[in-house]
């Protein structure tokens, strides 16, 4: 229980208390920033326990937990099959592919979907003739299969936990579908998300060390995941009482991340629109992405941005972060922006105006 939900709130009367006894004032703000697992406890926080923060940002927040996990698991019995799997060679041919469909959708090609939602890629289209295997120049059905695998959503039988899926765009990159999907020799030829569905499976749910995960098919074990879920799931769309107190999130997600899914994370923030209606929600939670970029941080957009900043600005000022005309940067190993792009609200994307630096922020428009 401490682990799936409760570690910050029980640890944070303690923490004011030594404060408080330290200054000689309790704080009067409270704020907490978390990326991956640290963004599920930020997603936690925001729904479970909305009065112990004035101010929350979940970056690559795995709030879907469960879902998560179950498409974990599904992709990883398809890319543990070497047949089923893209070699370095098929990875760059699909990365390429898709950048030739999907790189300009925002008005520049320089290596980055800003649009990954109109990017209606189809692998069928790199398909060796007859189906199967003939070398690094398409795609088999098996390797289709995969591909599709990993962009298309999943379900349980009765609608309980679902994935929406992963976006295309930087299949050949270590900070695309390189960090979590495809196996890595430096992990024994396993994948991230292989070995993290793994652990999952076996110590949450089946509670067998030796379970063939395999095997593991989530319909067989629905009661057991709704006990799971009961803990772990944070992804009640319901902010009300975050609202009612006047407490904010801020939810960031990289485009390019392959452990969590800036897609499914885009699903839950217009729940929570249709939940609470766009004027409760406006004033509660703001949603960005940030193109070509993977896990929490890296990849080739730019990915620097102080939110924790940001956040304080919005409780303290009232400025919604939407409106302090914020950048993602790039920055070299001297700390200098080699890069730089508008920070837009879900769903605007940064589009480029047609003229100017392209590494420049204001060669750019936020548009929908």
Sequence with gaps: LDFTQQSEHRALPPRKEVIAQFFGTAPTRSYFEGCSMGGHDAMMQAQRFPEDFDGIVARAPAGNIMG??????????????????????????????????CDGLDGVADGII????????????????????????????????????????????????????????????????????WPQAALGGAAEQGLFSDGFVRSFITRDAAFDTATWNPDQWLTRMGIVGGMFSAVDPDLGRLHARGAKLIMWNGTNDTSVSARDNARYY????????????????????APGVGHCYGGAGPDKVDLLKAMSTWVEQGVPVSAQKLVHRKVDAAGATTMARPMCKYPAYPRYKGTGDANDAASFDCVN
């Excluded at 695998?149 to 900070?175: C, L, M, Q, R």
């Excluded at 217009?270 to 992405?289: N, R």
């Design 68 to 101: 998560l996990f179950m498409q974990f698991n599904r992709i990883a019995k398809q890319v543990r099959v070497p047949a089923n799997t893209l070699n370095p060679a098929k990875q760059t041919l699909l990365a390429n592919a898709v950048l030739v469909q």
């Design 270 to 289: 217009e729940q929570v629109v249709g939940t609470l209606g766009a004027q409760k929600a406006d004033e509660t939670v703001e949603l960005f992405l």
């Design 114 to 181: 800003s649009r990954p939602a109109a990017c209606t890629f189809d692998a069928t289209a790199l398909r060796c003739a007859g189906g199967a295997d003939t070398g690094d120049s398409c795609l088999s059905d098996a390797q289709i299969a995969t591909v599709k695998t990993i962009t298309s959503p999943v379900a349980t039988s009765d609608g309980a936990w679902s994935h929406t899926g992963y976006n295309f765009g930087a299949e050949n990159s270590p900070k695309g579908w390189g960090e979590y999907i």
